[in-house]
């Protein structure tokens, strides 16, 4: 997400955001919250020189389980960046990358205002987008500076998170995208989703029956869905009540060729190329051209609002060497995507949904297609799972986004209420094959 122009659209929805997160939970009981000590406010070092991110155990990490949280520490948020401090804690946790090889994360957690009876959890994904630590949400929240393009993020985020907090929610912020910055890398943003919000469990001594709901637009929007395809199998002891996600990339072959030229989002390309090959530990700078090589190094350390807009028009040809400039004849890149497509994998989601598209120009909201997403709803409803697809006319990426916030808020507080979930399945109609490339 582009923030010089989402900021400013975003930042209008953050009142309503707030306003109806109240209405939503007004009347509900208080109790205490769970303890968390004291924040402490301490000089920021970025995550790639801050021992925190580093493992320091005794025991080899692939030895230790999933969602074990390895150290914690109380941070204060908002420091430096114009939002109001509020105390939070950070926990280092142990995930899995898209190959199986263990990984590390960080999740940052902020208690509620007021503990309600009965402890809820809320993972709010961020749309951070990133292939440097310098973006990670457990260093912007805390002030940290990402660089000047990008330094709205934070601001604004906390302010969502604020909203869920005082909705009366615990709230959990993964780098989902782990230690390497694995952007776009469906599977593995899943899993590290469930493992912050298990870690976060696990550090606040919370039970099994605590129920979890999780948020995500656009790069958050990835994390969410995987989670949730992959609970069950993954992360069975969860008890995820409730997803709202919206700007989905579902089929990642798709919106390559819907951005393809394009003058605003076609630069994302090569970043998603590099945080996908990241993930599978694929070596990429074999196929690609000298140009392609160039803008790579370029992205490969950059936030989002630092690398959208820099090559505008960007054809996907360019890239790469004349060889393979029939990208998705590479077997290995074809085998990948397909991995990538969402609703492939096995078993049920977890739902229930709420899920945004926004359509701008007839196909999509500028950079996702709708009738990926429509499909997604479409094939989720046949599973048998409780879904209201709603699409948002006549508005691009970030004008959907400012839409789908406070909607996606007051859905996850209904389904923390324990309030029947809208299902508009009936009218959700096929959308666009979401078959594998042969």
């Given at each position: 997400?582009?923030?010089?122009?989402?900021?400013?659209?975003l930042?209008?929805?953050?009142?309503a955001?707030?306003?109806?997160?109240?209405?939503?939970?007004?009347?509900?009981?208080?109790?205490a919250s769970?303890?968390?000590?004291?924040?402490t406010v301490t000089?920021?070092?970025?995550?790639a020189?801050?021992?925190?991110?580093?493992?320091?155990?005794?025991?080899?990490?692939?030895?230790?389980?999933?969602?074990?949280?390895?150290?914690?520490?109380?941070?204060?948020?908002?420091?430096?960046?114009?939002?109001?401090?509020?105390?939070?804690?950070?926990?280092?946790?142990?995930?899995?990358d898209?190959?199986?090889?263990?990984?590390?994360?960080?999740?940052t957690?902020?208690?509620?205002?007021?503990?309600?009876v009965?402890p809820?959890v809320?993972?709010?994904?961020?749309?951070?987008?990133?292939?440097?630590?310098?973006?990670?949400?457990?260093?912007?929240?805390?002030?940290?500076?990402?660089?000047?393009?990008?330094?709205?993020?934070?601001?604004?985020?906390?302010?969502?998170?604020?909203?869920?907090?005082?909705?009366?929610?615990?709230?959990?912020?993964?780098?989902?995208?782990?230690?390497r910055?694995?952007?776009v890398?469906?599977?593995?943003?899943?899993?590290?989703?469930?493992?912050?919000?298990?870690?976060?469990?696990s550090?606040?001594?919370?039970?099994?029956?605590?129920?979890?709901?999780?948020m995500?637009?656009s790069?958050?929007s990835?994390a969410?869905?995987?989670?949730?395809?992959?609970?069950?199998?993954?992360?069975?002891?969860?008890?995820?009540?409730?997803?709202?996600?919206?700007?989905?990339?579902?089929?990642?072959?798709?919106?390559?060729?819907?951005?393809?030229?394009?003058?605003?989002?076609?630069?994302?390309?090569?970043?998603?190329m590099?945080?996908?090959?990241?993930s599978?530990?694929?070596?990429?700078?074999?196929?690609?051209?000298?140009?392609?090589?160039?803008?790579?190094?370029?992205?490969?350390?950059?936030?989002?609002g630092?690398?959208?807009g820099?090559?505008?028009?960007?054809?996907?040809?360019?890239?790469?060497?004349?060889?393979?400039?029939?990208?998705?004849?590479?077997?290995?890149?074809?085998r990948?995507?397909?991995?990538?497509?969402?609703?492939?994998?096995?078993?049920?989601?977890?739902?229930?949904?709420?899920?945004?598209?926004?359509?701008?120009?007839?196909?999509?909201?500028?950079?996702m297609?709708?009738?990926?997403?429509?499909?997604?709803?479409?094939?989720?409803c046949?599973e048998?799972?409780?879904?209201?697809?709603?699409?948002?006319?006549?508005?691009?990426?970030?004008?959907?986004?400012?839409?789908?916030?406070?909607?996606?808020?007051?859905?996850?507080?209904?389904?923390?209420?324990?309030?029947?979930?809208?299902?508009?399945?009936?009218?959700?109609?096929?959308?666009?094959?979401?078959?594998?490339?042969?």
């Open positions: 997400m582009r923030m010089s122009t989402a900021s400013r659209l930042a209008a929805a953050l009142m955001v707030v306003a109806v997160s109240a209405t939503v939970t007004a009347g509900a009981a208080a109790s769970p303890a968390i000590a004291p924040p000089k920021l070092i970025r995550p020189k801050d021992p925190f991110y580093r493992y320091h155990g005794s025991t080899p990490l692939n030895q230790v389980p999933h969602g074990t949280a390895l150290a914690e520490r109380s941070v204060t948020l908002g420091v430096s960046t114009g939002a109001t401090p509020l105390p939070a804690e950070q926990i280092l946790y142990r995930t899995t898209a190959v199986g090889k263990p990984a590390l994360s960080v999740t957690v902020v208690l509620p205002l007021t503990g309600t009965t809820k809320a993972a709010y994904l961020s749309f951070y987008d990133a292939l440097s630590t310098k973006c990670d949400p457990s260093y912007t929240l805390r002030g940290g500076n990402p660089g000047a393009s990008n330094e709205t993020t934070a601001v604004i985020e906390q302010s969502l998170v604020e909203s869920l907090r005082a909705a009366g929610d615990i709230v959990t912020i993964p780098d989902f995208e782990d230690e910055v694995d952007y890398a469906g599977t593995e943003s899943g899993m590290s989703t469930l493992d912050g919000i298990a870690a976060t469990l550090v606040l001594g919370l039970g099994r029956n605590t129920p979890i709901g999780m995500g637009y790069g958050g990835i969410a869905d995987w989670a949730a395809e992959l609970a069950p199998r993954y992360a069975p002891t969860l008890r995820l009540v409730g997803v709202a996600m919206g700007g989905i990339p579902v089929d990642l072959v798709h919106n390559l060729q819907y951005i393809d030229g394009s003058p605003s989002w076609s630069d994302v390309m090569p970043a998603a590099i945080g996908i090959t990241r599978f530990h694929i070596n990429f700078q074999k196929y690609l051209s000298r140009y392609g090589k160039r803008i790579v190094k370029a992205e490969s350390h950059q936030c989002i630092e690398f959208q820099a090559f505008p028009n960007l054809k996907v040809v360019q890239l790469v060497r004349h060889r393979y400039r029939d990208v998705f004849g590479v077997p290995v890149f074809r990948t995507m397909n991995k990538l497509i969402m609703g492939s994998v096995p078993g049920h989601p977890v739902g229930p949904f709420y899920m945004a598209a926004g359509n701008s120009d007839g196909i999509g909201d500028g950079v297609v709708q009738r990926d997403q429509q499909q997604l709803a479409y094939e989720y046949h048998g799972v409780t879904v209201n697809f709603q699409v948002l006319k006549n508005l691009q990426h970030e004008a959907a986004g400012a839409a789908f916030f406070p909607q996606a808020v007051v859905y996850l507080q209904q389904r923390f209420l324990g309030l029947p979930a809208e299902d508009n399945c009936d009218s959700i109609q096929k959308g666009n094959s979401l078959a594998p490339l042969k």
